[in-house]
């Protein structure tokens, strides 16, 4: 009825009062509204009448069934059955959220270690700050949109030592980002399973599991992705079909692309979750919008590649200048790594070793989605978000430790929609669908204490306090003219004047493996000899590179010709630092 | 020297980026039924009818149309309406003894008292001449026009009187299609043209209040028709003219382009007929630009609106020449930021996109009445994009030319009737 009343307001002659594929009940509201136009010609005979009456019914009766414009939204929300206020809702997501975000800022700046993903970030983001894209030469490999952000961050925040130190403002935005995602993906688990409930067990499973808590607290590419993703998904899933919705959930598509290229495998799911979520009316020119934003949004970054000269290597096309350092060159670089064997097996068994239940759950909600999803697109749409980034994994050349970021909203997402499917069928049956809700209640409240008393000690821990103490170490005790080398995550706070003592900045720092990339830096700046180099900062990464690699000859003479000035944290548990002055005779 | 050559750059980027958010815009509108999924009901029509009540005048003006008219003629006075309630008025000019001697003959075999042949002097002008005349023997509620190869839907009359009743409105613009898709290369951008303009863009105008109405299967209120004075002589355009000066009266225009009740139209025979059509149009865009009565609109928006439309053609030829200049100065010019050069590409994009939409505007086209989807004529339309943009172009440098030298004689576009049987 409502709905009836809802299309009286909008338009008053066209009310269906009931409609299917192939048959609908059409009626007009009887008021005359015609100006100046006779309400009635007046002159009608009772006869002619009764003949228009029969004409009309049997033009009816004769005519062909006319198809309406199919314009139903898909959502899932409409099955909400559970009446819940606005304001409640909103208060129970915002006091989860608050109990997620006290949890995620547990000693967030000490722990874990700064990594060189991280450090390679700030540092990028602060050299885009300082008018170049990299600190040494720009492979082109990535878009540099990813470190953009984080340069946006740091202007906004007031620079580098707003919070202590470079890594630490990254880390600051990658909480507001993980709490943004989130409620993201509340919002996306709301409108797919059409319950809040377990929308809410949803972002409490993302959030409070240990692999989040670690990795989402780390400044990577990976985080800033998954936001973009989950943003775009969310416009998919809550635009009511809208195209304007579509057009930005492609740009955020896109943003997520260039942030991260892996977010490319998630293209072709993402077109299947437009085709389900738009009218059949709108669906194909929601299709090609969302698919030719997404393509040109990649395509300006390859223009803007290659009218810089870096598109491809040298000798790849005949008659066209390469470049050492070239997007094509790069990718092939990426191609040629041979995959270390086991990178992948060693990663899973440290996952679950960490969230055994939680990676176990969600692939087997997965395979359940997958079975379900041949009656429920909705569970489909969940599994196949998964499964495509699981495939991802299982081909990548190179896994980290963080590689799973992207996967662990959608475990959570599947999780919800498995369990939800059929408990809704279940408290339907017996009438009593505030049961699952209730039982949802108690799953979260039994998960949040449960996640909290798991990750406490693990998220105790200092490991990134070494790093601290070498960097204030520098400042306190190198001169600030000397050549520095460092691991990547000390470069942005020794080349930016700052920290607690406002320490002037050491402008002749350099990352350790910009010193193999960058002839500049190798030829130019350290003119290939050992003797250039003041101060070297090593930490166990850096110190199996520089002695396995072979490509870090300078660096091996310089330790070699360095002696032992102070080290920080231990080699038992990987922390340890040491500081070697070089000395020149 | 340097510095000249960086602001010749900048100001480069600048028009580019300026086409290309006119086309952005343009995209916008060609979409616009498709952004939400309530806009669908716009374009539905009534699938119940109201009793007839609103009493119709159906001018039908024609010149040298005697292969198509007679047909016509038996269409329009076959429409599902009452006969007392409906007068069709032929409007012939008098040295087209052709087309008089069919319509007369026509006349003979219906002896309908409903069907009426008015034949006017050729002193007086042309089309708008003709209709001028025809509104002065109107009688009918509703004043309506169709054209000589018109093939309306048979129950459009009580799908409008529906409207009419049910809805307050003065003005009802159904829709025109031209239904000959693959017959000459050209036809499947020209039909998909009238498939975004009438299913789409009228609809955004609408909405904005400033409507260039379509010249025919356009239904007004007799009396608004008479108090506005009938339709502008002086222009060769007189039904867009008519739109504007409808929205300036502040009258409630509806769209209604139901895919099942448009009135099925072809497109022009050859290529010249194309460039004399389309010169016609623009050159009388130009005379509505220059006349400035749509200065008179109440909105700036509208008036910023009705500026776009009258000079869309022009700057539709700026768009199409700056898109190979684009991508050629994108390799060839030394810019001094490579994103200037990326700009250069964005015309290009939306070109592209352009394509895709047509593509999907044809998938959607053969679907609606029921043809065959074939790929063969999707590659057709594709190889067509480009060379169809340049034959627009001819028609508005054209008309632009043809406006500066004075010329201002109507050049008709000949009628086969390719349309009918389709």
Redesign the interface.
Known sequence: MSEIKNRKSENLANVTLFRTANFFVHAFTPVVKTGTLPKASGNETILERIRWTSTEKERLMAAQTRLLPQVDTVTASQWHEISIPLGLEILAVAVVLGIILVVQVMNLFNYPAYGAAEGTLMANAWSLLHGQITPGAYTFSQPPIGWGQIAGWLLLTGGTSSFGNAINSGRVLMIVLAIASSLLLYLITSRMSGSRSAALLAMVIYSLSILSLVYRREVLFENIGVFWLLLSLCLITTGKSSLRTFVFAAVALGIAILSDEVFLCFLPVMLYAVWLYATPFQRQYSLLTFLYIVLVIVAIYVLYVWFSGQLFPPGLIPFVNGSQESLIGGILQIWQVPVVAGQFAENWNAWLKDAWLFLAAGIVAMALNILGGVVNRFQLLAALLAATYCVVLLFSRTVYPFSIVPLLPFLALNIAVALNTPVRWVTKKIGFDLARALLWFLLIGALIPASIQLAQPVLAQNDAVPQQQSLLWIRNNAPHNAVIITPSYLYSDLRDQGGASNSAAFPNTYIYTDVVSDSLITNVQLKQNWQNINFLVVDATMLNDIRDSGQYELLDEAIHHGTLRTSFGNAQDGTLIQIYQVITT | MQNIKLILEYIYVGVLLLVTLQALFNIRIL?YI?????K??L??A??????????FTILLPAYHEEDVFAYTLQKVYDL?Y?KK?VQVIALLREHDTGTIKVAQEKLNQLRAPNVQLLVTSDKHGGKPHQLNLGLRMAKG??VTIFDAEDEPHPDILQVIN???????V?VVQSGVQLMNHNTKWFCFLNVLEYFFWFKSALHFFARCGMTPLGGNTVFV?R?LMQQLGGWDHTTLTEDADLGIRLCIAKSKVRILYDD?FVTKEETPNTIEQFIKQRTRWNQGFIQILFAGRWMQLEKFSQKMLALYVLIQPELQALFTILLPIGILA?FFLP?EQ??M??VS?LPM?CF??LM??SL?GL??FVKVHHRQWKWREAFVLLLAFLPYQFLLDIGAVRAVWRQLRGSSNWEKTAHVGQHRGQ
């Open positions: 979409l498709w952004e939400e999924p309530q669908a009901w374009n539905s009534p699938t119940v009818y109201r009793e007839p009540r609103l009493s599902n009452p309630l509620d509703i529906t409207t009419f009743l049910n809805e307050s003065d209120k009396e099942a994108a810019f490579p994103w050069a990326v590409w994009f592209v996109f895709i939409i999907a998938h959607e």
